[in-house]
């Protein structure tokens, strides 16, 4: 079978990365999550691969392969034990292939709404941030300088007096 | 090749330093040019406009540039350092998409071998730097608070970035334990400043400030630049620079936009390409007069290189913080900045505190550390990790190695044939005794802050872009490649003004230095204007 032309993978690789990604990230019906399968997320990470997509396809590939053709046969214990032993050796493939899915997976609105985001780009609107207790740098406000003076002094004795001059 | 019309001070490279030392000169009314490689940034082009800000960052705004791969770029080959580069190639340099963290070295930085024994001391000091950091504080817009007594007097123009739930944690703990803390110096605005926005906390500020309340060079030096008269040319890469019979520079040699190789004849040339782009240019200037590469009669150009190792310690908190909808820096500790023998090194570091990240950035860092597992397990773990990120950076002072070096790659090019340049590096006993010192250190602290899950990243993270110390300042031109108001010693029209000069590096980010540095040289050139050349 040929590749999809605009995203370089074959059909049979993506259903291969719909299965893992699922299990990778199954749905949660209880805290709201979609699944990292969800057609929408996939179609994102589809159209995300970009330059990544050599790395991509090499961890479909190996995954596959560790499987020996039986994931999808597997049951979700299953496929996580491999999932996870996978990971654990799979070098930058892996590396990658968790950034392409994470990447696209925690920019969805659904995704971002369960979590207690706003989705949206933090540009024009930015966020508000907290001054937080300053009382607490009265602790350190009345310590005598400590920055080594190069002015005064032999090597070693030279600390803490340094003031405005 | 094409000739353009001659120039009295050609500079190469418009980053920190470059923009720096282009306003400095300025006022003299002598014709200056720039010649930049790569392009203006638009903010309505930087990733925090978009939906796709975080994934962003690890394509044309990832700070590798063999990943980013613009064609302003130039590839490194970094494969024998187990730190990588950073750096950003447009108008602006590195600043485009620094963190923004501002510490000045301290006055014993400049002393080493007087005060420690080690290394070199510095051909200028502290103190002769002071007004430089002033001004480049006002010209850049600094936001902090005076009379932090780990460090010497400044006068920050704007308030420090709220403490804010991350901070104030940090706090607690420091004061539990007894040791200094103060919110960093950045140069992020925190009121309007001279025309710039103040921050609206749109995150982490290394892939551009979209709001423009982040100090970059195209936002603050350049347009004041531009309007007193000099010229900035993008798109511009130059390949050599060339000398005459009296081993003088005559100019450069470089591509233009269109790719046609042009000369652009000069009175004076100053190199502001950063540590590793300078001593690229110097070794790819080489010719019969100069056969080991321009201004290298020392053999130390490319030498040296220092890239402060910067360990990470992290962990999380029980309660929600700050998240990554803030500026990254909060504090920094100078608790342990001086030597103290007794520690089994000598020098030290700083302790920069962080915020935490976004939500696809904190998945992708909690799988690649085996805080976050994949499958059902995956989303209540996810909920325990977005928001309650403390991360503190061991800021280590790099010594000086002449084995630490820049050469030119047999092989690597860039996009127009140029040889790239190849890094060699490793980490020194000292700095690693430091680096163990400072991981330790910051394993106490997050505990003291309620983190659980503290882990170490000793390298494989870190490439901050602190390129500094392959064409090092001296009086003694054996030993140093330019004299201590960055004057080449064989080369007596070329000058030198970007982190490649540096002697030793400090265990603070540089750019404040590397700019006081440029506004100390430029400063030095006008003065010296009529015997500038003896
Ligand atoms: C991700 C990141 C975070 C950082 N965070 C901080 C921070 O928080 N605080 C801090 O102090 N520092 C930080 N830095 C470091 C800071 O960016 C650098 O110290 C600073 O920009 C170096 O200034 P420079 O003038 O030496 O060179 P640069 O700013 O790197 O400028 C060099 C310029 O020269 C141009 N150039 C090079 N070769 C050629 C050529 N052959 N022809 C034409 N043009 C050329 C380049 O395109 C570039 O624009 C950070 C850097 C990175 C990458």
Redesign the pocket.
């Given at each position: 079978m040929g590749n999809d032309a605009d995203t370089g993978l074959s059909a049979a690789e993506l259903g291969a990365l719909r299965a893992i990604a699922g299990a990778m990230i199954p749905a949660d019906g209880g805290l709201g999550m979609p699944g990292a399968d969800d057609p929408g997320i996939q179609a994102d990470i589809v159209r995300s691969l970009g330059r990544d997509l050599v790395p991509v396809r090499a961890a479909l590939a190996a995954i596959m392969t560790t499987a020996a053709g039986g994931f999808a046969a597997m049951d979700p214990d299953g496929r996580e034990a491999l999932i996870e032993r996978w990971f654990a050796g799979g070098g930058e493939p892996a590396a990658t292939f968790a950034r392409v899915i994470l990447g696209a997976y925690y920019r969805d609105d659904r995704v971002l709404l369960a979590v207690g985001m706003e989705p949206r780009a933090p540009f024009p609107k930015g966020y508000a941030l907290d001054q937080g207790d300053w009382s607490l740098l009265d602790a350190v406000r009345g310590r005598q300088a400590f920055w080594r003076d190069d002015r005064i002094g032999a090597a070693g004795t030279a600390t803490g007096t340094g003031g405005e001059r | 090749m094409a000739d353009n019309e001659r120039v009295d001070v050609l500079i190469?490279?418009?980053?920190?330093?470059?923009?720096a030392v282009a306003w400095s000169l300025a006022d003299t009314r002598m014709r200056i040019l720039c010649?930049?490689?790569?392009d203006w940034v638009k903010s309505s082009e930087l990733p925090s406009n978009g939906r796709d800000w975080e994934a962003r960052r690890h394509t044309d705004f990832d700070?590798s540039p063999n990943r980013r791969g613009r064609d302003?770029d130039?590839p490194v080959n970094d494969d024998n350092s187990p730190m990588k580069v950073?750096?950003?190639?447009?108008?602006?340099?590195?600043?485009v998409?620094?963190?923004?963290?501002?510490?000045r070295m301290h006055p014993s930085d400049f002393r080493v071998k007087s005060l420690d024994g080690v290394a070199d001391d510095w051909p200028l000091d502290y103190w002769a730097l002071e007004r430089f950091y002033e001004e480049n504080d006002r010209m850049m817009g600094v936001s902090g608070l005076a009379g932090d007594p780990g460090v010497p007097p400044r006068h920050p123009p704007m308030p420090p970035v709220p403490l804010g739930k991350t901070g104030t944690r940090y706090a607690q703990a420091m004061n539990r334990l007894g040791w200094h803390w103060w919110p960093s110096d950045?140069t992020i605005a925190t009121t309007p400043y001279e025309g710039r926005a103040p921050c609206i906390n749109l995150g982490h500020?290394?892939p551009g400030c979209a709001q423009g309340a982040k100090a970059s060079?195209d936002l603050t030096y350049w347009p004041l630049a531009i309007r007193a008269g000099v010229e900035l040319r993008t798109r511009?890469?130059?390949?050599e620079i060339t000398t005459n019979e009296l081993g003088m520079a005559t100019g450069a040699i470089?591509y233009d936009a269109d790719g046609q190789e042009r000369f652009q004849p000069a009175e004076i040339v100053i190199l502001?390409?950063?540590?590793i782009?300078?001593p690229?240019?110097l070794l790819n200037s080489a010719s019969a007069r100069f056969p080991d590469g321009l201004a290298n009669s020392s053999g130390l150009v490319g030498r040296n290189l220092m890239l402060h190792p910067w360990p990470i310690v992290s962990g999380h908190v029980a309660d929600a913080l700050d998240g990554g909808r803030a500026p990254m820096?909060t504090m920094w500790s100078k608790q342990f900045y001086e030597t103290d023998t007794s520690r089994g090194f000598v020098r030290g570091y700083t302790l920069q505190f962080g915020r935490g990240t976004g939500p696809a950035s904190e998945a992708i860092a909690g799988a690649a550390s085996g805080r976050l597992p994949w499958g059902r397990a995956h989303h209540r773990a996810y909920r325990k990790l977005l928001d309650h990120r403390v991360g503190i950076g061991v800021a280590c002072e790099d010594l000086p190695e002449e084995h630490n070096r820049v050469t030119l790659d047999p092989v690597l090019k860039d996009s127009h044939g140029?040889p790239a340049p190849k890094i060699d590096y490793a980490i020194s006993e000292n700095t690693r005794l430091m680096m163990e010192h400072g991981i330790a250190r910051a394993e106490e602290i997050l505990a003291a802050a309620g983190a659980t899950g503290i882990q170490a990243s000793r390298t494989v993270l870190n490439?901050?872009?602190?390129?500094l110390g392959t064409a090092r300042m001296g009086n003694d031109p054996a030993r140093s490649v330019v004299n201590g108001w960055g004057r080449s010693h064989d080369v007596k029209n070329l000058f030198i003004?970007?982190?490649?000069i540096w002697v030793t590096s400090g265990g603070?980010?540089?750019?404040?230095t590397?700019?006081a540095l440029?506004l100390y040289i430029a400063d030095q050139m006008k003065r010296r204007l009529a015997n500038l050349f003896d």
């Amino acid at each position: 079978m040929g590749n999809d032309a605009d995203t370089g993978l074959s059909a049979a690789e993506l259903g291969a990365l719909r299965a893992i990604a699922g299990a990778m990230i199954p749905a949660d019906g209880g805290l709201g999550m979609p699944g990292a399968d969800d057609p929408g997320i996939q179609a994102d990470i589809v159209r995300s691969l970009g330059r990544d997509l050599v790395p991509v396809r090499a961890a479909l590939a190996a995954i596959m392969t560790t499987a020996a053709g039986g994931f999808a046969a597997m049951d979700p214990d299953g496929r996580e034990a491999l999932i996870e032993r996978w990971f654990a050796g799979g070098g930058e493939p892996a590396a990658t292939f968790a950034r392409v899915i994470l990447g696209a997976y925690y920019r969805d609105d659904r995704v971002l709404l369960a979590v207690g985001m706003e989705p949206r780009a933090p540009f024009p609107k930015g966020y508000a941030l907290d001054q937080g207790d300053w009382s607490l740098l009265d602790a350190v406000r009345g310590r005598q300088a400590f920055w080594r003076d190069d002015r005064i002094g032999a090597a070693g004795t030279a600390t803490g007096t340094g003031g405005e001059r | 090749m094409a000739d353009n019309e001659r120039v009295d001070v050609l500079i190469v490279g418009s980053g920190a330093s470059g923009a720096a030392v282009a306003w400095s000169l300025a006022d003299t009314r002598m014709r200056i040019l720039c010649l930049e490689q790569g392009d203006w940034v638009k903010s309505s082009e930087l990733p925090s406009n978009g939906r796709d800000w975080e994934a962003r960052r690890h394509t044309d705004f990832d700070i590798s540039p063999n990943r980013r791969g613009r064609d302003t770029d130039y590839p490194v080959n970094d494969d024998n350092s187990p730190m990588k580069v950073a750096n950003f190639n447009g108008v602006g340099g590195g600043t485009v998409i620094y963190t923004a963290h501002w510490p000045r070295m301290h006055p014993s930085d400049f002393r080493v071998k007087s005060l420690d024994g080690v290394a070199d001391d510095w051909p200028l000091d502290y103190w002769a730097l002071e007004r430089f950091y002033e001004e480049n504080d006002r010209m850049m817009g600094v936001s902090g608070l005076a009379g932090d007594p780990g460090v010497p007097p400044r006068h920050p123009p704007m308030p420090p970035v709220p403490l804010g739930k991350t901070g104030t944690r940090y706090a607690q703990a420091m004061n539990r334990l007894g040791w200094h803390w103060w919110p960093s110096d950045t140069t992020i605005a925190t009121t309007p400043y001279e025309g710039r926005a103040p921050c609206i906390n749109l995150g982490h500020c290394t892939p551009g400030c979209a709001q423009g309340a982040k100090a970059s060079t195209d936002l603050t030096y350049w347009p004041l630049a531009i309007r007193a008269g000099v010229e900035l040319r993008t798109r511009c890469r130059v390949r050599e620079i060339t000398t005459n019979e009296l081993g003088m520079a005559t100019g450069a040699i470089y591509y233009d936009a269109d790719g046609q190789e042009r000369f652009q004849p000069a009175e004076i040339v100053i190199l502001a390409c950063n540590g590793i782009g300078t001593p690229r240019l110097l070794l790819n200037s080489a010719s019969a007069r100069f056969p080991d590469g321009l201004a290298n009669s020392s053999g130390l150009v490319g030498r040296n290189l220092m890239l402060h190792p910067w360990p990470i310690v992290s962990g999380h908190v029980a309660d929600a913080l700050d998240g990554g909808r803030a500026p990254m820096n909060t504090m920094w500790s100078k608790q342990f900045y001086e030597t103290d023998t007794s520690r089994g090194f000598v020098r030290g570091y700083t302790l920069q505190f962080g915020r935490g990240t976004g939500p696809a950035s904190e998945a992708i860092a909690g799988a690649a550390s085996g805080r976050l597992p994949w499958g059902r397990a995956h989303h209540r773990a996810y909920r325990k990790l977005l928001d309650h990120r403390v991360g503190i950076g061991v800021a280590c002072e790099d010594l000086p190695e002449e084995h630490n070096r820049v050469t030119l790659d047999p092989v690597l090019k860039d996009s127009h044939g140029i040889p790239a340049p190849k890094i060699d590096y490793a980490i020194s006993e000292n700095t690693r005794l430091m680096m163990e010192h400072g991981i330790a250190r910051a394993e106490e602290i997050l505990a003291a802050a309620g983190a659980t899950g503290i882990q170490a990243s000793r390298t494989v993270l870190n490439s901050p872009g602190h390129l500094l110390g392959t064409a090092r300042m001296g009086n003694d031109p054996a030993r140093s490649v330019v004299n201590g108001w960055g004057r080449s010693h064989d080369v007596k029209n070329l000058f030198i003004v970007d982190g490649s000069i540096w002697v030793t590096s400090g265990g603070v980010n540089p750019t404040s230095t590397i700019q006081a540095l440029a506004l100390y040289i430029a400063d030095q050139m006008k003065r010296r204007l009529a015997n500038l050349f003896d």
